[in-house]
């Protein structure tokens, strides 16, 4: 069995990985103290599937699921860990045959919106190096 000091140091390892980031606690500690030890302990922690692979596992199901809160963390860790813009969107186009139209219609226009952001925080970045 899984010690919970070594769960939660797995999980925030993952958590880094695919996120770039701490895990930041907002307004429910306790929920993302479960999701960082139990999700990312021990889900994404298990062997067979890549995190690449369980990033676009992830990313599927929260534009089926057409919750954008989460879209757009999944869009930005996808990103993150590598994955085109190209291959994002083409994920999400391929969600409208089994999701229906206004899946992959949200969908896209969540990753429009997440890609328009980057690039103005890219274009922030160059403007203060200037």
């Not at 606690?25 to 369980?54: C, M, N």
């Not at 186009?93 to 899946?103: E, H």
């Not at 219609?105 to 103005?120: K, P, S, T, Y």
């Amino acid at each position: 069995m899984n010690q919970p000091a070594a769960r939660r140091e797995r999980g925030e390892a993952v958590f880094r990985q695919v996120f770039g980031r701490e895990p930041r606690p907002g307004s429910h500690p306790e929920f993302l103290q479960l999701t960082v030890d139990h999700l990312f302990g021990e889900i994404w922690s298990r062997p067979h599937l890549s995190v690449e692979e369980r990033e676009l596992v992830a990313l599927t199901a929260v534009a089926l699921a057409r919750t954008d809160w989460e879209l757009r963390g999944h869009i930005g860790a996808a990103l993150h860990l590598g994955m085109s813009r190209e291959k994002v969107v083409e994920v999400i186009i391929q969600l409208a045959y089994y999701g229906g139209w206004p899946v992959a219609n949200n969908g896209l226009r969540v990753a429009q919106e997440v890609f328009a952001e980057l690039d103005g925080a890219a274009e922030e970045d160059a403007d203060h190096e200037r």
